[in-house]
């Protein structure tokens, strides 16, 4: 399997990603604020997928598309993503919270329920903090119960943040 891998820069940073470009059309398969954590998450991929390649490779059009996310607040919409990693659940979890539109949330036992296993907020949580598509897959859609906004990978203040460009205030 050949995996591009790219980075560029946004208002929140710099963020890497990986895409395939495979069988139905290119896929993201990582997004994230953090490098190092891309550097592990490959590391991860290289033992499960034996003779894994890494190419460097852009993928111009996801990264228009987060652009006029953070810049304009535009929807991300007809990105797609393939989960090389993770759980049956941990997918499941991660297909549900990709259906939670655009200036909407969801709480953690919601996702739960809406992925097959109600009562399993805690789980839907770690889920999302193994969610390996950031952005694309809103995991700062996904709140506490009680409406406060929860945990967030990349730190709380960006979680607000991606949420008041959605219009949602805490």
Request: neutral net charge; glycine residues 16%.
């Amino acid at each position: 399997m050949i995996l591009n891998r790219a980075c560029f820069s946004t208002e929140i940073g710099i963020l890497y990603y990986l895409w395939l470009d495979e069988g139905q059309g290119p896929a993201v398969a990582a997004l994230n604020v953090s490098g190092e954590w891309l550097e592990d998450y490959i590391y991860s991929l290289g033992q499960e997928y034996p003779g894994l390649f890494v190419s460097k490779k852009a993928f111009p059009r996801l990264e228009e598309a987060v652009a006029g996310y953070l810049d304009r607040g535009l929807e991300l919409k007809g990105i797609k993503t393939v989960f090389l990693a993770g759980t049956g659940f941990e997918k499941r979890v991660w297909k549900e919270a990709a259906g939670v539109p655009y200036g909407c949330t969801c709480s953690y036992g919601d996702l739960a329920a809406m992925s097959g296993r109600p009562g399993a907020g805690r789980a839907v949580g770690n889920a999302m903090g193994k969610n390996p598509v950031m952005l694309i897959v809103p995991c700062h859609r996904i709140i506490k119960g009680d409406g406060s906004p929860g945990g967030f990978g990349p730190g709380p203040e960006l979680k607000k943040r991606l949420l008041a460009l959605e219009g949602i205030i805490f």
